[in-house]
């Protein structure tokens, strides 16, 4: 039986590019999405990477964590306990001054940022420690280390976010269990970024998510006794924000 890597938010993208790399790595996937068409390039992208990978979706909302809860307690069950979880789940990126947020936009930030990382964590925490290995990544951005004025709902669910994997690590990396936060400080080169710049589209100013997906992987292999907890990164051009 091959090792398992669940990828929760498994779209087109950066969910796709990781899908590719972890199958050419081994492993089969478990992809959860809300829709198994937003798991179909990740599927196949696996499959091409590596003949012969199960890349298998699996229903599941990042605004309903029981749903995360209950698919990951099913690949473990179908195809074996994850070894690697990465959340791949992203908020709205949604502007608006801080007094205009609602309260129901509060609670669905933190519902998909941290509710749910929190329930696919914590599904297949047990086996991980149990085993002592394993990897977890939450796929983060710069607004984990700083406030908006502009983009305050997505600032307090990276935040939160943040704070949930440096608490995981502090109480379970003892454990053999890898908790990486992976601060992505730039946009992806994706074809949605590409319409969005229009004819000041320049790949060298994004980050290919292929390379990104690498970064992943060599952060997966690192050995415990270095490991990475709080991983940045950025294309060479790009101007720090923070």
Partial sequence: MKPVCAIVGAGEGLGQALAARFAR???DLALISRTEAGSMAAATAAKQ????????????????????EQALGSVAQEMGAPEVLIYNVRGEFTRCDPLEMTYEALEDIYRTE????????????PAMREKGQGSVFFSSATAAFRGSAMHPLYAIGKFGLRALSQSLT???ARDGVHFVHVRLDCDLDVPVMKELYGESYDPEKLANPADVAEAYWLTHLQPRSAWSNEVDLRPYTENWTC
Avoid: H, S, W
């Fill in 170 to 172: 502090k109480a379970y």
């Fill in 114 to 125: 941290v509710i749910g990382a929190f329930a696919a964590a914590k599904a297949v925490l």
């Fill in 25 to 27: 790595g081994g492993f």
């Fill in 49 to 68: 990477a590596r003949p012969g990978t199960e890349a298998r979706f699996i229903a599941a909302d990042a605004m309903a964590p029981e749903t995360i």
